[in-house]
């Protein structure tokens, strides 16, 4: 059985920082992109950061230079560095593996930015 089971998140002052994590079980996601998505209150849930096997990453221009995504555990746990957070990286934070015949996610984690 599949399982994402996410870790971290709360709240955070302006400007603090944050560290989610991501434990996949079940299978081998080592040759698979793992990532982040978000969802703020009304609004679509978007792509926040996301790496592939071989360590490439790419990040949605609004946290570039400040979140950090990274890769261990053989490949099955995914982290997500926050930093200088703002307001409007309040979300809530899903985990994600894309397997290309199916995703799989996580049950989100909320990241409140208090002002």
């Known amino acids: 059985q599949v399982q994402l089971v996410e870790s971290g998140g709360g709240l955070v002052h302006t400007g603090g920082s944050g560290r989610l994590s991501c434990a996949a079980s079940?299978?081998?996601?080592?040759?698979?992109?793992m990532g982040w998505y978000r969802q703020a209150p009304g609004k679509r849930r978007e792509l926040v950061a996301i790496?592939?096997?071989?360590?490439?990453?790419n990040y949605t221009d609004s946290v570039k230079g400040r979140f950090t995504i990274s890769r261990d555990n053989g490949g099955n746990t995914v982290h997500l560095q926050m930093n200088r957070l703002l307001p409007e990286d309040t979300a809530v934070y899903y985990c994600?593996?894309?397997?290309?015949?199916?995703?799989?996610w996580g049950q989100g984690t909320q990241v409140t930015v208090s002002s």
């Open positions: 790496m592939t096997s071989d360590g490439s990453t």
């Open positions: 079940g299978r081998d996601f080592s040759f698979y992109p």
């Open positions: 994600y593996v894309d397997e290309k015949v199916a995703y799989w």
